[in-house]
T-cell receptor, first 114, second 116 residues
Protein backbone atom coordinates (compact mmCIF):
# COMPACT_ATOMS: atom_id res chain seq x y z
CA UNK A 1 0.00 0.00 0.00
CA UNK A 2 1.10 3.53 -0.71
CA UNK A 3 1.75 5.87 2.17
CA UNK A 4 3.28 9.21 3.01
CA UNK A 5 4.76 10.19 6.35
CA UNK A 6 5.33 13.74 7.54
CA UNK A 7 7.06 13.10 10.85
CA UNK A 8 6.71 16.62 12.25
CA UNK A 9 3.31 18.04 13.10
CA UNK A 10 4.86 21.49 13.41
CA UNK A 11 8.05 23.21 12.33
CA UNK A 12 9.08 26.54 13.83
CA UNK A 13 11.70 28.76 12.22
CA UNK A 14 12.73 32.37 12.47
CA UNK A 15 12.30 34.66 9.50
CA UNK A 16 15.37 34.66 7.31
CA UNK A 17 16.50 31.21 8.43
CA UNK A 18 16.40 28.17 6.15
CA UNK A 19 13.47 25.82 6.54
CA UNK A 20 12.97 22.12 5.93
CA UNK A 21 9.69 20.23 6.02
CA UNK A 22 10.25 16.49 5.95
CA UNK A 23 8.43 13.86 3.90
CA UNK A 24 9.05 10.16 3.38
CA UNK A 25 7.03 7.85 1.21
CA UNK A 26 6.36 4.20 0.51
CA UNK A 27 5.10 3.05 -2.91
CA UNK A 28 5.22 0.15 -5.30
CA UNK A 29 6.71 1.25 -8.56
CA UNK A 30 7.99 4.68 -9.50
CA UNK A 31 6.91 7.56 -7.27
CA UNK A 32 5.48 10.84 -8.50
CA UNK A 33 5.81 13.31 -5.63
CA UNK A 34 4.05 16.59 -4.93
CA UNK A 35 3.99 19.35 -2.34
CA UNK A 36 0.92 21.44 -1.64
CA UNK A 37 0.32 24.36 0.75
CA UNK A 38 -2.93 25.21 2.48
CA UNK A 39 -3.61 28.67 3.89
CA UNK A 40 -6.55 29.24 6.26
CA UNK A 41 -9.89 29.38 4.42
CA UNK A 42 -8.20 28.70 1.12
CA UNK A 43 -7.84 25.62 -1.03
CA UNK A 44 -4.75 23.52 -1.45
CA UNK A 45 -2.22 25.20 -3.70
CA UNK A 46 0.31 23.29 -5.77
CA UNK A 47 3.96 24.14 -4.99
CA UNK A 48 6.11 21.69 -6.93
CA UNK A 49 6.46 18.14 -8.18
CA UNK A 50 9.05 15.48 -8.92
CA UNK A 51 8.37 13.25 -11.89
CA UNK A 52 11.78 12.23 -13.17
CA UNK A 53 15.17 13.75 -13.88
CA UNK A 54 17.00 16.11 -11.55
CA UNK A 55 16.61 15.23 -7.92
CA UNK A 56 16.34 18.90 -6.94
CA UNK A 57 13.14 20.50 -8.16
CA UNK A 58 12.22 24.14 -7.86
CA UNK A 59 8.72 25.44 -7.38
CA UNK A 60 6.63 28.43 -6.49
CA UNK A 61 7.52 31.14 -3.94
CA UNK A 62 11.19 30.12 -3.74
CA UNK A 63 10.51 26.60 -2.49
CA UNK A 64 12.48 23.60 -3.64
CA UNK A 65 12.49 19.91 -2.80
CA UNK A 66 15.07 17.17 -3.00
CA UNK A 67 14.15 13.68 -4.11
CA UNK A 68 16.26 10.96 -2.48
CA UNK A 69 15.43 7.51 -3.81
CA UNK A 70 17.60 5.55 -1.38
CA UNK A 71 16.05 7.28 1.62
CA UNK A 72 12.58 7.43 0.00
CA UNK A 73 12.36 11.07 0.97
CA UNK A 74 11.17 14.28 -0.64
CA UNK A 75 11.93 17.09 1.81
CA UNK A 76 10.68 20.61 1.12
CA UNK A 77 13.20 23.40 1.59
CA UNK A 78 13.57 27.13 1.35
CA UNK A 79 16.83 29.04 1.90
CA UNK A 80 15.25 31.99 3.70
CA UNK A 81 11.85 31.76 5.37
CA UNK A 82 9.25 34.52 5.31
CA UNK A 83 6.49 35.12 7.85
CA UNK A 84 4.05 34.76 4.96
CA UNK A 85 5.24 31.16 4.46
CA UNK A 86 3.40 30.21 7.66
CA UNK A 87 0.80 27.65 6.56
CA UNK A 88 -0.04 23.94 6.46
CA UNK A 89 2.10 21.90 4.06
CA UNK A 90 1.15 18.55 2.56
CA UNK A 91 3.33 16.03 0.79
CA UNK A 92 1.59 13.67 -1.66
CA UNK A 93 2.56 10.72 -3.82
CA UNK A 94 1.26 8.77 -6.78
CA UNK A 95 2.67 5.56 -8.18
CA UNK A 96 2.71 4.15 -11.68
CA UNK A 97 1.38 0.91 -10.21
CA UNK A 98 -1.48 2.26 -8.12
CA UNK A 99 -3.72 4.55 -10.13
CA UNK A 100 -4.02 8.29 -10.29
CA UNK A 101 -5.14 9.05 -6.74
CA UNK A 102 -2.84 11.33 -4.77
CA UNK A 103 -2.03 9.91 -1.34
CA UNK A 104 -1.42 12.71 1.14
CA UNK A 105 0.50 12.92 4.37
CA UNK A 106 -1.13 14.34 7.51
CA UNK A 107 0.43 17.72 6.97
CA UNK A 108 3.02 19.86 8.75
CA UNK A 109 2.23 23.27 10.14
CA UNK A 110 5.02 25.72 9.41
CA UNK A 111 5.27 28.70 11.72
CA UNK A 112 7.71 31.46 10.81
CA UNK A 113 8.33 34.06 13.50
CA UNK A 114 9.52 37.61 12.88
CA UNK B 1 -12.07 33.40 -11.55
CA UNK B 2 -11.01 30.40 -13.61
CA UNK B 3 -10.17 28.11 -10.71
CA UNK B 4 -12.07 25.10 -9.39
CA UNK B 5 -15.38 26.22 -7.93
CA UNK B 6 -17.32 24.34 -5.25
CA UNK B 7 -20.82 25.01 -3.96
CA UNK B 8 -22.02 25.40 -1.35
CA UNK B 9 -19.05 26.43 0.77
CA UNK B 10 -20.77 25.36 3.94
CA UNK B 11 -23.61 22.93 4.63
CA UNK B 12 -25.22 22.06 7.93
CA UNK B 13 -27.65 19.17 7.82
CA UNK B 14 -29.48 16.93 10.21
CA UNK B 15 -28.49 13.32 10.52
CA UNK B 16 -30.37 11.18 8.07
CA UNK B 17 -30.85 13.89 5.45
CA UNK B 18 -29.41 13.77 1.96
CA UNK B 19 -26.96 16.39 0.73
CA UNK B 20 -25.51 17.19 -2.68
CA UNK B 21 -22.38 19.16 -3.49
CA UNK B 22 -21.35 20.60 -6.82
CA UNK B 23 -17.92 21.05 -8.35
CA UNK B 24 -17.09 23.06 -11.46
CA UNK B 25 -13.57 22.22 -12.63
CA UNK B 26 -11.21 24.39 -14.62
CA UNK B 27 -12.79 24.47 -18.06
CA UNK B 28 -10.16 22.63 -20.10
CA UNK B 29 -9.52 19.98 -17.46
CA UNK B 30 -10.82 16.52 -18.29
CA UNK B 31 -9.92 14.87 -14.99
CA UNK B 32 -11.85 15.48 -11.80
CA UNK B 33 -11.25 14.17 -8.28
CA UNK B 34 -13.16 14.19 -5.03
CA UNK B 35 -11.37 14.06 -1.69
CA UNK B 36 -12.45 14.24 1.93
CA UNK B 37 -10.44 16.01 4.62
CA UNK B 38 -11.04 15.78 8.34
CA UNK B 39 -9.40 17.89 11.01
CA UNK B 40 -5.74 17.10 11.47
CA UNK B 41 -5.58 14.81 8.47
CA UNK B 42 -4.53 15.14 4.89
CA UNK B 43 -7.07 14.81 2.10
CA UNK B 44 -8.28 11.25 1.45
CA UNK B 45 -9.15 10.15 -2.07
CA UNK B 46 -12.77 9.31 -2.77
CA UNK B 47 -13.23 9.02 -6.53
CA UNK B 48 -11.87 10.03 -9.93
CA UNK B 49 -13.47 10.87 -13.29
CA UNK B 50 -11.89 11.13 -16.68
CA UNK B 51 -14.41 13.06 -18.74
CA UNK B 52 -17.77 11.49 -17.79
CA UNK B 53 -16.36 8.08 -16.85
CA UNK B 54 -15.87 7.26 -13.18
CA UNK B 55 -12.61 5.31 -13.33
CA UNK B 56 -11.57 4.91 -9.71
CA UNK B 57 -13.44 4.63 -6.43
CA UNK B 58 -11.97 4.42 -2.96
CA UNK B 59 -13.18 1.94 -0.38
CA UNK B 60 -14.06 5.08 1.60
CA UNK B 61 -16.89 5.68 -0.85
CA UNK B 62 -19.64 3.71 0.86
CA UNK B 63 -22.98 2.85 -0.72
CA UNK B 64 -24.41 6.06 0.68
CA UNK B 65 -22.07 8.12 -1.49
CA UNK B 66 -22.55 8.63 -5.19
CA UNK B 67 -20.76 10.89 -7.63
CA UNK B 68 -21.63 11.83 -11.17
CA UNK B 69 -20.15 13.85 -13.98
CA UNK B 70 -22.87 13.50 -16.60
CA UNK B 71 -21.47 15.67 -19.39
CA UNK B 72 -17.84 15.56 -18.49
CA UNK B 73 -17.95 19.07 -17.09
CA UNK B 74 -19.30 19.74 -13.59
CA UNK B 75 -19.64 16.98 -11.01
CA UNK B 76 -21.93 16.30 -8.09
CA UNK B 77 -21.29 14.32 -4.94
CA UNK B 78 -24.36 13.10 -3.07
CA UNK B 79 -24.41 11.67 0.42
CA UNK B 80 -27.58 9.86 1.40
CA UNK B 81 -28.75 9.33 4.98
CA UNK B 82 -25.95 11.44 6.40
CA UNK B 83 -24.20 10.36 9.59
CA UNK B 84 -22.20 12.43 12.04
CA UNK B 85 -19.06 10.72 10.81
CA UNK B 86 -19.63 12.29 7.40
CA UNK B 87 -18.77 15.70 8.85
CA UNK B 88 -15.68 16.82 6.95
CA UNK B 89 -14.39 19.14 4.26
CA UNK B 90 -15.14 17.75 0.80
CA UNK B 91 -12.58 18.84 -1.75
CA UNK B 92 -12.81 18.76 -5.51
CA UNK B 93 -9.78 18.93 -7.78
CA UNK B 94 -9.20 18.88 -11.51
CA UNK B 95 -6.23 18.32 -13.75
CA UNK B 96 -5.42 18.83 -17.38
CA UNK B 97 -5.10 16.33 -20.22
CA UNK B 98 -1.73 14.67 -20.53
CA UNK B 99 -0.14 11.87 -18.61
CA UNK B 100 -2.35 11.40 -15.57
CA UNK B 101 0.49 10.58 -13.25
CA UNK B 102 2.51 13.65 -14.20
CA UNK B 103 -0.08 16.35 -13.94
CA UNK B 104 -0.75 18.22 -10.75
CA UNK B 105 -4.28 18.62 -9.48
CA UNK B 106 -5.80 22.02 -8.77
CA UNK B 107 -8.10 22.14 -5.78
CA UNK B 108 -11.22 24.09 -4.98
CA UNK B 109 -11.83 25.69 -1.59
CA UNK B 110 -14.03 22.82 -0.52
CA UNK B 111 -17.48 22.31 0.95
CA UNK B 112 -17.54 22.00 4.72
CA UNK B 113 -20.25 19.59 5.82
CA UNK B 114 -21.50 19.52 9.40
CA UNK B 115 -23.98 16.80 10.34
CA UNK B 116 -25.88 17.53 13.55
Amino acid sequence: AQSVAQPEDQVNVAEGNPLTVKCTYSVSGNPYLFWYVQYPNRGLQFLLKYITGDNLVKGSYGFEAEFNKSQTSFHLKKPSALVSDSALYFCAVRSNQAGTALIFGKGTTLSVSS
Amino acid sequence: DTGVSQNPRHKITKRGQNVTFRCDPISEHNRLYWYRQTLGQGPEFLTYFQNEAQLEKSRLLSDRFSAERPKGSFSTLEIQRTEQGDSAMYLCASSSPGRALNTEAFFGQGTRLTVV
